[in-house]
């Protein structure tokens, strides 16, 4: 028989024995606590060395998949030193700030007693798309309790091509003679009319393009419900069709097609039908969801018909509103008339406008003198969805501002009065909802503020935009999704920008300029303007956007131009042009463009820059200087030089 074990080895086998410092570190509770213990003597101990007084640290630590060691130590309750000689003991060698996986963190906490376990994260949120400002309708619609809605007619914007017949049919709607007073065919303004279909009414908007359409929408005060596009039969799809399509689809509003022009002989419903599937616009023929309706607007044929159809698509929409709180609405257009003074072309989207009704819009107030129908008719009174012309306002406001009826004329020119005041502090105008850059898109789409990014596609010919499109596209993953808004050939527009402010998209030119209104209009809206000459660096542009990487871009500013008008041959450096500076002026550390007729024979920087016999660091316009180039001395009179600096565009 073997040698009965003692309850001594019996507790040992069952308890092995912690290492010394371990248990230097378990200690009582007290001291881990911040309580002070006795002494021998009854006099109080200071908390033990190795542990950091404080709350007591939980048993089952939670420990994120990464860490650092001061993170670390502070979760414990210990002092970062016994925290980096645990590592050290096991071949670690780290700093207090640099940051351990899971896996070691989990083995230190268990040597210095403690049990770990990985953070439960938290599902994670559903993603919420990013939501544009929400415009005047739509806020109206939510302010009001159900049981204050009633029907409202729906407002029709009538789209197009030029000359496809926009105003002739609005002209046939009407049964009046718009047309004729207007020079050349073309509409030479927004206007707003109403009609009736069996006994219901409609508003249209009659645009000179989609321009005015997108301008409204881009402060906020889309009045929209449907867009009917005017499409001849015999023209087919043009491309103010494409960029009215565009324009429709950025908006969010349904589209109906008006397939014009049918009574003529050269009239080829089915290829325009093909233009349009080739668009995304597939007809209910076709099997698509698109209503087309044949009209003539000249023949008057297929009027009923179009009214019915838009009656029946707006109908699904339900449209409401509360037509008895004071009125708000959007200006469709505002004009200095000689004898009746600032007048306004208004819609009402909630309320009743009425005669004697005081009325701010932005800074401009006043009274309503007199209100005229579509029809130039006197009226008292204007419900939902009526246009009116009002008279009596103290200045002719803008297309798109937004009016509201208050309490008195008093009170308006208060608030006027006010606006006008933080606008002229401010030292801007109306504030404008902050675009995208494509700077910022990779920690905008991190905080979850977008998941889909916008884009207007311009280039100089269709066989570079296809392949670039495409390209774009397949960079897109589930989370971020790349949307395409317009794409046409052709330099950078107004309406491009237009569409990019009300769309927060970023506009990428392939080998196309910029329209210098358009870039005045981009830099007050803040519209992201990229130009490309080569597709591989727009493509790799965009994916490095995408995952956070993109570099900053430069671009080339011209500071001045000097005309070579001798040569100086210098011993052992080269030929030295003796140069006038015509304007601008010429800096020592700037690069240069040598130009022989017109065109760009070298480019380099400034190896010396003298007048007479001294260095000097600049040279302004009239006066003479020599320059010599670094890495080219073959100037002949004549030869134009052109000075430019490399600045941070953004």
């Known amino acids: 028989m073997g040698r009965r074990e003692t309850k001594s080895e019996r507790s040992k086998a069952q308890h092995p024995a912690r290492k010394p410092d371990d248990r230097d570190r378990l200690r009582s509770s007290d001291a881990v606590s911040g309580k002070e213990g006795r002494g021998a003597k009854g006099e109080p101990t200071s908390p033990p060395p190795n542990r950091v007084a404080g709350p007591p640290a939980p048993r089952v630590i939670e420990l994120p998949e990464t860490i650092t060691v001061r993170e670390l130590a502070r979760a414990l309750h210990v002092n970062p030193i016994d925290i980096i000689k645990e590592l050290m003991a096991n071949g670690i060698v780290v700093s207090i700030n640099q940051a351990i996986d899971y896996e070691t963190a989990e083995i230190v906490a268990s040597e210095l007693g403690f049990e770990t376990q990985p953070i439960r994260e938290a599902e994670p949120e559903p993603q919420k798309m990013e939501e544009a400002p929400k415009t005047l309708r739509q806020k109206l619609v939510e302010a009001e309790s159900p049981e204050h809605l009633k029907p409202r007619p729906p407002v029709v914007t009538v789209m197009g091509h030029v000359d496809h017949g926009k105003t002739t049919l609005l002209d046939a709607i009407r049964q009046t003679n718009v047309v004729a007073g207007e020079s050349g065919g073309i509409t030479q303004h927004i206007g707003a009319y109403q009609v009736e279909k069996d006994g219901r009414k409609i508003t249209f908007l009659d645009t000179p393009g989609h321009e005015a359409f997108t301008a409204m929408r881009a402060r906020g005060a889309q009045v929209t419900d449907l867009a009917v596009l005017v499409v001849a039969a015999d023209d087919g799809v043009m491309p103010q069709t494409r960029e009215a399509i565009d324009h429709a689809r950025a908006a969010n509003v349904p589209i109906l097609v008006a397939l014009n022009k049918m009574d ?156 006008a005041e933080k606008e002229r502090l401010a030292g801007t105008g109306p504030a404008r ?178 007048r007479f016999q001294e260095d000097v660091p600049e040279v302004k316009a009239g006066y003479e200087c020599g320059v010599a180039i670094a890495g080219f001395d073959q100037f002949q009179v004549g030869d134009l030089l052109e000075f430019y600096t490399r600045q941070r565009a953004r």
């Not at 339900?318 to 505002?334: F, H, M, Y």
Request: proline share 4%.
């Open 264 to 419: 003529l002989p050269t009239a080829r419903p089915e290829r325009v039908k093909q233009q349009l599937a080739d668009l995304g616009l597939t007809v209910e023929e076709w099997g698509g969801d698109v209503i087309c309706v044949p009209v003539s607007a000249k023949q008057k044929q297929g009027i009923d018909e179009l009214l019915e159809n838009i009656l029946l698509v707006t109908d699904v929409a339900d449209l409401k509103s509360n037509p008895d709180r004071p009125a708000v609405g959007t200006v469709v257009e505002g004009q200095l008339d000689r004898h009746r003074g600032p007048t306004a072309t208004l819609l009402v989207q909630a309320g009743t406008l009425r005669v004697g009704d005081a009325l701010v819009i932005g800074t401009i107030s006043g009274r309503v003198r007199a209100m005229l129908n579509d029809r130039g008719e006197p009226i008292e009174e204007a419900p939902p969805s009526t246009p009116v012309l009002v008279m009596g306002l103290s200045d002719v406001p803008k297309a798109g501002d937004i009016f509201e009826v208050v309490e008195s004329e008093r009170k308006a020119r208060l608030i006027a009065q006010e606006r």
């Open 433 to 610: 909802p902050r675009t995208l850059t494509l700077d910022e898109l990779f920690s905008r789409f991190q905080s979850g503020e977008v998941t889909e990014l916008n884009l207007i596609l311009k280039a100089d010919v269709q066989g570079s935009l296809e392949p670039i499109a495409s390209s774009i596209e397949k960079l897109g993953t589930e989370d971020l999704r790349i949307k395409i808004l317009h794409q046409g050939t052709g330099d950078i527009s107004e309406s491009d920008v237009m569409l990019a402010s009300a769309s927060h998209a970023i506009i990428i030119g392939f080998r196309v300029e910029v329209d210098e209104a358009a870039r005045r209009m981009a830099q007050q809206t803040g519209v992201d303007i990229r130009l490309y000459t080569v597709i591989y660096q727009l493509i790799d542009d965009m994916d490095r956007a995408l995952k956070g990487m993109l570099e900053p871009v430069y671009e080339e500013v011209v500071i001045g131009h000097a005309e070579v008008r001798a040569i100086f041959p210098i011993r052992r450096r080269g030929n030295v042009a003796g140069c006038y500076v015509t304007d601008g002026e010429v800096t020592r550390n700037a690069q240069v463009r040598v130009l022989r007729d017109g065109t760009e024979i070298f480019d380099g920087r400034i190896d010396s820059l003298r």
